[in-house]
């Protein structure tokens, strides 16, 4: 303790009497003071007994007193003011007595020697225990703490005290510091209080610049992790609240994802921001089990990971492939599918996604016929498109693409989820990030905050770079349909543990015979798109199929990363074939095939190439997924390019937003 090399000078200088004294001194005021009224009032009956007009003097004096030590208390706090405001009355009472009728009259000298005792005392004790907890008088304690960071103009005002936070308003000094001070100073609050950084938070009004409400939460309630035990609402509506954890003082961490327009909300894509031991994983199967468990709503899931995470939930999703081509085509698909859901929601009259469009229709105001009867069209559920580990693929979409699959989702009724490795902007564009404008940001790098987290919500206070990976599944969630003055307030997701697996099982069974599945518009330009690499929810089974699709390098994945000798390729150019060269035969051992023997053949044996892709379910090719063929068939890369070309001009093939990768057109199906 600060006090004690004082506590030793002092005794060894002038002795344990002196010492005492000196422990004694600043409790005999109080004590002094009883002294000195007895004495005044017995000094004053000499002078003023019997004289009516001095009782008067005196009566009115010791209401004046008391009053005024009642108006100049208004700056402490409530108690000292009332404890204040009573020893005046009762001293200037007794006095008053005294003077009029002599101190040693009636119940005078008793009520002088207990209640002056009384009085004393309580003041005493009042001193101990501001004191002996080493901490500084109660009346000061704003104003030091606020001079320390630098804030010490600042006003605090009506303060509520909860069990674990304190909301007190605060008002800066008018033109000369801003609610950005207080931002600025909140980690030095935060210091002098001894906590850690996001126990402190600042909530700027929105009216005024120098105004605000300083919220300290002294105790982390989320310490204790909490294990998922099922979802909240199985059967519910894709449009009730999605659990996914809690804030630190204990209430549910909820987020939305179609939009509202009673809430003046629209449909939201997510972005889940965290580095590596955050809990990402743990916080995507909160929201995925959330999702999964409704009953109007289909997932397609894409994980580079191979579904380390979400494995248990393969059945539940409509659609799911890993990273690679199979992402290629979903987002290929994606394309495909919003223009048409939002054509469909045209239709039936939805201005946007409503619980009404995922049932039949039988509503004549949202009827497709031109007579406006009933016209009981199958109904579309809500969609959800999540991207796990996201950034080579966005990177390869390219920002335009992203921006406006984005857009225009929101009036398709899909969500998008993507999830970041590393939240950055070296992982993910400025305006890709700007078309994500709700997120969900764990524990990160101090300096990746400025990519979570809008700068608005860092300035209250929150700061998920401080969290890095020892406090996985915290969180800041801001997004629509959340009180923004909750953004900065910590929450933690749930964790999955072990146990969570067979749960998680029974849940995805539960969701392929309750859940939806895609309406007819939606499956058939997926199939469109995807041919038979979409699958429809089923069981695991589906996904057993998809991995008999070939193994894609990233290379091959990405337009954007394509071999550079193909991006050279001028696919116009009527090249000639490999076998002219000294590469084609046997170049990877695999000279199984023999060159077509005239041109014919050779574009004959190009489409039924075509046609194998198709069937294994590589709906995007270029050039690098012939390599085997072409050294099987000995010709050469380039002539692939061309006949490539050809095929787009015929109608078998799309291009993509990537250059040298084309979309096979489904032969069966029109695109
Ligand atoms: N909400 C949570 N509460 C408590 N512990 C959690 C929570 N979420 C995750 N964890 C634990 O934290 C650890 C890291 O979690 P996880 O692997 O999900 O992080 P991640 O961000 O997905 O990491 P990576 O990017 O490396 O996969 C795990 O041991 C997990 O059990």
Redesign the pocket.
Known sequence: MTHYPATITTSTRGGVGAYLLSRAKPHLPPWLAVGGIGLAGGGAHLMWANSAGAGVGLTLSAVALTGATWWAGRETSTQRRLHSAITVAAGSAWMTGAALAGPLTGILPDAYLMGGAVLALSWNVRMLLRTSDGTAPAGNADKSLLEKVGLAKAKIGKTEVEPNRVTASLALEGGEQTNDDVARALVRIASALDLPQSAVRYQPSADSARRGELVIVPKDMLGE??EWEGPSLPGGSITDPLVI?RYDDGSPLMVWLPGDPDAGRNAQHFLIA??????????ALNLQTEILSRKDVIVWMSDPKSFQ?FRPLLPAYDWAVEGGTGTEVMVEALQQVIPARTGWLGRHSYRQWSTAAAVTQTDPAHSCRPDRTACGCEGMPYMVAWMEEAANTLRALGDDAFTGIAQEARSAGVSLVVSL?RPSYDQMSTSTRASLPSVIA?GCDPRDEGFSLPEAVIDQGAHPGAWG?RK??YCYVVAGGIDPDRYANPG?????TTQAVSLMETLAQWAVRNGASADPITAGAARATAGGAYTGRGTADTYEEQTTVPEQDDDQAHGSQLDPEDAAIDPEADLPEADQGDDAPGLFGTDTGRKPNTPAEARKLFAAALDEFEADGVMVVGPKDFMDWCDRNKLSRPWVSARLKEAAEEGRLKPTAQSGRWRIVPALTPA
């Open positions: 992790p909490e954890g965290g580095g590596t031991g955050s809990g990402k994983g743990d916080t995470d490795q764990l990976n996985p599944g933690r997701t749930r964790q999955f």
